[in-house]
């Protein structure tokens, strides 16, 4: 049984057939999230310039042969602060999607396996907390612990973590009335059997999904924290603080903020597409 069977709709297995350019816009998605990847893990490959190196004689150069994306107001070869930013990006938006979800896992699960008591003294506090604003919590959060990239990775996981967690908590308290789970029981399964074998299974599929839908939201927050001056701190090359740099100057020097901007645009588009791509293949199984 698949967690996503009860959203099953005789419109899913036709939605490729309806929309023929679908398919396509996954493709471009996974290449540009493997471009992606590719700039985070090898940026020296592909930035012809040192990120950090200043060259005042080249202020505010616009997008040429020389420098395809222009330079900054320090002579920085933008192209190669956005090939360079595209790790500490991704690797912030990766680690606050893995501790939101890592923290919804244990509370959804909690909830779901556990005491009727339980289950609504955890369902209280995640409705409180999934009320607020998930940007707002990061805010509280630094404002309590200061900021820095390590503190904004913290912040955004755990804005995510409520959201996350109240789907984890539905999806295990449905799979625990199925018929499947009921019949394990009637067969005199153990319960650790049902719940190794059955439960956790079906009702964690679709971490993966949220995973990857939640990674683009991660990047665009951990950005706009970077942009407030609560992330990454200048001359970082990273998007977020490359736009709070960029604005000063948008009216003489739009590309110091027009590539950055795209940047995490296409993070945050690739994320999406690709996460709605594997919520339709889960539920058209």
Same mark, same amino acid.
């Given at each position: ?30 290449? @540009? ?48 602060? +956005? ?10 938006? *990766? ?5 939101? $979800? ?35 919590? *990061? ?13 904004? +990775?913290?912040? +955004?996981? $755990?804005?995510? !973590? ?12 449905? +799979? ?7 019949? @394990? ?17 079906? /009702? $964690? ?12 939201? @991660? ?21 977020? !603080?490359?736009?709070? /740099?960029?604005? =000063? ?22 994320? =999406? ?13």
């Amino acid at each position: 049984m698949s967690i996503f069977s009860s959203r099953r709709s005789h419109r899913d297995p036709a939605l490729a057939a309806r929309f023929p350019g679908l398919r396509g816009l996954e493709i471009a998605a996974a290449a @540009a999230a493997l471009f992606l990847v590719f700039a985070a893990c090898f940026p020296t490959l592909l930035a012809p310039f040192d990120p950090l190196a200043i060259n005042p004689a080249d202020a505010f150069q616009a997008p040429s042969a020389a420098h395809w994306f222009g330079t900054d107001e320090s002579g920085r070869d933008i192209y190669s602060r +956005v090939v360079h930013g595209a790790r500490p990006s991704l690797l912030i938006g *990766a680690a606050a999607t893995a501790i939101g $979800l890592g923290l919804a896992l244990l509370l959804g699960t909690a909830a779901g396996l556990g005491g009727r008591w339980l289950d609504f003294g955890i369902g209280r506090i995640l409705e409180v907390l999934f009320a607020l604003p998930g940007l707002l919590l *990061a805010l509280v959060f630094i404002a309590i612990a200061g900021p820095g990239i390590t503190t904004s +990775v913290v912040a +955004v996981g $755990l804005s995510t !973590a409520p959201g996350y967690a109240r789907i984890i908590r539905g999806q295990i308290a449905q +799979v625990r009335s199925s018929p499947m789970v009921e019949a @394990a029981v009637v067969l005199g399964r153990s319960p650790a059997r049902v719940l190794g074998r059955h439960i956790l299974p079906n /009702a $964690l599929a679709p971490v993966f999904v949220l995973g990857t839908l939640g990674l683009g939201q @991660a990047v665009v927050w951990a950005s706009s924290l970077s942009f407030l001056g609560l992330g990454a701190p200048p001359p970082a090359a990273e998007w977020g !603080a490359m736009l709070a /740099a960029g604005r =000063t100057y948008l009216g003489t020097a739009w590309w110091m903020t027009l590539f950055p901007g795209l940047a995490i645009v296409l993070a945050a588009a690739c994320s =999406t597409v690709l996460g709605r791509a594997l919520q339709r293949r889960a539920v058209s199984r």
